[in-house]
């Protein structure tokens, strides 16, 4: 008995708890729209950066392109100057350059990028004797026809190695200070090429990045779609509980004005006392032991 009525209590009696309980969810439900209303803010913020970013692609792609156009038009200028200096190179003194490592290796990446030998069969005494000697016409052909566009970035890399080198055991051959002069020139289309490789590089990455940029433009438009789901369903949620929770007050505040208020509370109250303590009324007792 004492089970059943609290059941009644809770059911029905005990209006102040179901108020609160109906409170405490609009609490939560509030709450849990709040944060779908920040998570909506911040990829909202997060697709206009990433929409700046796709607007901006064609113009910076131009501009990557006068970038590389400008690189091929400075190796040009470079490549024409290395040529002309090749032109005063008189060869007298050239096969008197006296050996030391930075002639040495210079000669080899003349042996090896304009002959095809390998670095290995390199001999300095034999490639003076030949390339600068007997057959000093071909060297210079084969010089002037040299592209460092064409090598390949190891290649390139030896350029750079060279340059940094100590020369100053041969500072007074004249043929030797030119041949420095289009090695000055050579280093420079080094450092160009370093630099549309680079740029070229990004160029061809630009595909990939849109790519990225578009499929971060599409998860935010689904995050920012799923916040606003979720705000309208919490703002329904709420809007329902508010208007329960109002009924509830209204209705309470009806039964109040009743005017047997009072006496409907005072009657009920003696219902439950009695059932509560059944077991304590003799006539019950006497009932139940008849019956047992």
């Not at 004797?129 to 057959?135: D, F, G, H, I, W």
């Not at 390949?152 to 030797?176: G, V, W």
């Not at 090429?193 to 070229?200: I, N, P, V, W, Y």
């Not at 005072?266 to 303590?277: K, R």
């Amino acid at each position: 008995m004492n089970t059943k009525l609290t059941q009644i209590r809770r059911s029905g009696a005990i209006f102040d708890q179901s108020v609160k309980r109906i409170s405490d969810m609009i609490e939560k439900f509030e709450v849990e729209k709040a944060a779908a209303n920040e998570s909506k803010t911040k990829n909202m913020e997060e697709k206009a950066r990433v929409e700046n970013f796709i607007s901006q692609k064609d113009v910076k792609q131009t501009d990557m392109k006068k970038r590389d156009n400008k690189k091929k038009e400075e190796i040009v200028k470079f490549q024409n100057a290395a040529k002309d200096s090749l032109n005063r190179i008189t060869f007298k003194d050239l096969p008197k350059v006296k050996k030391e490592e930075a002639v040495e290796r210079l000669f080899r990446f003349f042996y090896t990028n304009l002959y095809h030998e390998q670095a290995e069969t390199f001999e300095f005494n034999k490639f003076i004797k030949v390339a600068l000697k007997e057959e000093k016409i071909v060297f210079q052909k084969k010089l002037a026809n040299f592209s460092l566009v064409r090598c390949t970035p190891e290649e390139r890399e030896e350029i750079k190695a060279i340059k940094a080198m100590n020369f100053s055991t041969n500072e007074e051959n004249e043929d030797l200070a030119v041949m420095l002069e289009w090695l000055d020139y050579t280093y420079e289309i080094y450092l160009l090429l370093k630099e549309r490789d680079d740029l070229q590089l990004k160029m061809a990455n630009v595909p990939a990045v849109e790519s990225k940029y578009n499929f971060k433009l599409e998860a935010c438009n689904k995050l920012i779609d799923e916040c606003e789901t979720n705000i309208f369903t919490f703002d329904n949620y709420i809007g329902q509980l508010k208007i329960l929770r109002s009924k509830f007050l209204k209705a309470k505040e009806s039964f109040d004005q009743l005017p047997q208020h009072e006496d409907l509370v005072h009657s009920v109250e003696n219902v439950f006392s009695l059932i509560e303590n059944y077991d304590q009324n003799p006539q019950l007792a006497s009932i139940l032991r008849k019956t047992q």
